[in-house]
């Protein structure tokens, strides 16, 4: 039997007494709860761990991850994720972070069928055809990638304007959206500064008239 997840034990021991070595009372405190001020809805892809490109320490951010960052109106565990983020946790920024290189959004861009993931990838053709105009005068498939891993971006954050949840909570708070791209080449990200901070900021057809 393969034996190498073992090291993945060995990590985590070592991670524990790195951390009780520098404060005894760490794990204590992660103990008592969480008030996290950000939450993170990122790509499942193993390279962008949110509190590792951050620079922050558990409990900080609170995450949300899947095949290239997507808000879809009808995916119960992201909704579920946005409420309790929103209405538990009181977290007053929402991040969605995709990146260069991402396996989902060069996936979209082609004719290929990967399987079931396909119907997950039909909403990033969407966000394709929606630009197609712009995407087709770029030169080649990696600068079509980048932009179109933006434009995915922009569009998520678009989408999470547009729920219930978000706009229940602009009528009693401020709560903040941003749109950012991790790169992977250089470790930085970019912020697209596609920050929505009310429903003012979206189409008047997606504005609910939440109860008061």
Not at 126 to 147: C, F, I, M, P, T
Not at 170 to 193: A, C, F, M, Q
Request: glycine share 8%; proline share 2%.
């Amino acid at each position: 039997m393969d034996k190498s997840y073992k090291r993945l034990i060995d990590g985590n021991k070592k991670f524990a007494l790195e951390k009780r070595f520098d404060d005894p009372e760490y794990f204590k405190k992660l103990s008592l709860g969480q008030t996290p001020d950000y939450l993170w809805i990122g790509c499942s892809d193993s390279r962008v761990p949110a509190n590792e490109v951050t620079g922050t320490e558990s409990g900080e951010i609170f995450v949300h991850r899947n095949v290239a960052n997507l808000v879809v109106h009808t995916d119960m565990n992201l909704l579920t994720v946005l409420e309790y983020a929103v209405k538990n946790l009181k977290i007053k920024h929402i991040i969605v972070c995709g990146h260069y290189g991402c396996g989902g959004i060069r996936a979209a861009m082609s004719n290929s069928s990967f399987g079931f993931v396909d119907n997950w990838l039909r909403n990033i053709k969407d966000v394709y055809n929606k630009n197609h105009q712009e995407l087709s005068l770029l030169g080649d498939d990696d600068k079509r990638a980048d932009r179109l891993t933006e434009l995915n971006v922009i569009e998520q954050v678009r989408n999470l304007a547009k729920t219930t949840i978000v706009q229940q909570a602009w009528k009693e708070r401020p709560l903040h959206l941003h749109g950012w791209v991790y790169g992977i080449n250089s470790g930085l990200i970019t912020d697209l500064k596609v920050i929505h901070d009310g429903s003012e900021d979206i189409e008047e057809i997606y504005r609910f008239k939440t109860p008061e």
